[in-house]
Nanobody, 128 residues
């Protein structure tokens, strides 16, 4: 089993920055692939960024968000810059015990159930 704990969420004005961190524990060797996802109330969870192929991002965050992983510290980070009100969501860290193929979109990885380990989420609010 892999346990994931997110931190770093909060409230920020449009144009601001936040850094989210996900700390993994347990059988971390099973976390071959990790990523960040988000969910709005009443909507299904959507992918944001996955640590594969140097970083795979959904179009809405490209150029603004940067994913990074530190295997020595067992952490996954998401640097979020130029935040917009539509980035407001509950952000989750997910981990997969399978290797994530670079040729798959984040949407396909999510809907083919690659990610089976989840944290509790950290809330990000962007408003003026």
């Amino acid at each position: 089993q892999v346990q994931l704990v997110e931190s770093g969420g909060g409230s920020v004005q449009p144009g601001g920055s936040l850094t989210l961190t996900c700390k993994a524990s347990g059988y971390t060797d099973m976390a071959y692939c990790m990523g960040w996802f988000r969910k709005l109330p009443g909507k299904e969870r959507e992918g944001v960024a996955v640590d594969v192929g140097g970083g795979k991002y959904v179009d809405s965050v490209k150029g603004r968000f940067t994913i990074s992983r530190d295997d020595a510290e067992n952490t996954l980070s998401l640097q979020m810059d130029a935040l917009r009100p539509d980035d407001t969501a509950l952000y989750y860290c997910g981990a997969s015990s399978r290797k994530c193929p670079d040729y798959l979109s984040i949407w396909h990885m999510l809907h083919q159930n690659y990610f089976t380990y989840w944290g509790q989420g950290t809330q990000v609010n962007v408003s003026s």
